[in-house]
């Protein structure tokens, strides 16, 4: 059986289980998220993990990292949706005494299956070049909310440039569970600034290859697609189809180019787990595809002097990721079927 056709066996057991969770509660039928064929499920690798060590939690230990799906604070507001650059979700380090070995274990299970197998190690080098060369889990957190195994649940993993999560799809229309953040500095010059050329950093390859699509367009493509003033790194809520979109409409872009479009935004989801790969591509096409989104480079913050921009960007209805190489690499991704979806960050 292929990948695509157990993860549709999964997605009509979802939906079996979800109509089964609304009738045990009284819950309209409705009430069931949407679920992308393709999409992750409560049974996936990660969400499986995230099950496991929600069982295995204390009741002191889930007073700390566990709270209700729609748990709010005053400085962060509704806390699951949150994301930012650098950040702790709560004050239990993965890597401390707060978790047994196995429990440390388990929640590195749950974020290997948020990446790709292939990406593993380059994962690894960037949170240790991100915390001064600290192991895995000294300098992430993690909280859970609501129940796993319910009808809503989703564990969010933090740390310095990281931001992922594992919600089996049970948050509706959003890719990846919410928005994401990733970003890595590979080297030093003084303080954040990043060695000229981004040596080593193992998100930089995107950036050549947009600087290199940007090359084979004609000079009023180019024009069109190179926009002077970057926006802020954090600026990636929906504008919806009536939007107005930095750079260059992809529409407009030649078949040969457009192709290489599609080739950056294959390298762009990459390090990710196949199947919040595949529920990026449902979102998108549900927008209208690349076709109704833009492409961007930003000619303000050259870092190096180089001209190779380090600041690009692709944005559609509700698609928006935003690629930021000044001084080091941060990335800010939001992605859904619906551009009515909130965002909730903090740059």
């Not at 929906?238 to 290489?260: R, T």
């Not at 990721?321 to 800010?332: A, C, E, L, S």
Request: hydrophobic residues 35%.
């Amino acid at each position: 059986m292929t990948a695509r056709n157990q993860s549709r066996r999964d997605f009509l057991k979802t939906v079996g289980v979800g109509a089964a969770a609304a009738a045990a509660t009284g819950l309209p039928l409705f009430a069931t998220p949407k679920v992308h064929a393709d999409a992750p499920t409560p049974k996936s690798a990660a969400e499986t993990a995230v099950k496991g060590l929600y069982e295995s939690l204390t009741d002191e230990q889930k007073k700390a990292v566990c709270f209700e799906w729609d748990h709010t604070t005053k400085e962060r507001g509704l806390l699951r949706s949150y994301i930012s650059n650098n950040w702790q979700i709560t004050n239990k380090q993965i890597k401390s005494d707060f978790f047994t070995k196995k429990q440390q274990d388990t929640i590195h299970d749950a974020f290997k299956g948020l990446i790709s197998p292939v990406w593993y190690e380059r994962m690894m080098k960037h949170l240790k070049d991100d915390t001064g060369g600290k192991e895995w889990g000294a300098d992430q957190s993690i909280a859970i909310f609501g129940k796993p195994g319910e009808l809503k649940f989703e564990m969010v993993l933090t740390g310095r440039h990281m931001t992922l999560r594992a919600d089996g799809n049970t948050e509706s229309h959003v890719a990846f569970g919410g928005p994401i953040f990733y970003g890595h500095q590979a080297s030093r010059v003084t303080g954040l600034i990043e060695k000229d050329g981004h040596p080593d950093n193992v998100f930089w390859p995107p950036a050549v290859l947009a600087n290199n699509i940007l090359k084979m367009l004609d000079p009023k493509l180019q024009k069109q697609a190179l926009v002077m003033t970057s926006p802020r790194e954090s600026d990636i809520a929906f504008q919806g189809k009536e939007g107005k979109f930095p750079g260059l409409p992809i529409k407009e872009v030649p078949d040969e180019q457009k192709k290489e479009l599609r080739k950056l935004l294959t390298s762009l989801l990459e390090p990710f787990r196949t199947e919040d790969q595949d529920e990026v591509m449902a979102c998108l096409k549900a927008q209208g595809g690349l076709d109704a989104c833009s492409f961007a480079l930003y000619s303000d913050e050259d870092h190096g002097k180089d001209g190779v921009w380090d600041n690009w960007r692709i944005e559609g209805p509700a698609f928006a990721w935003n690629f930021r190489g000044n001084p080091h690499v941060h990335v800010w991704v939001h992605v859904a079927d619906d551009p009515s979806v909130k965002l909730n960050a903090r740059g």
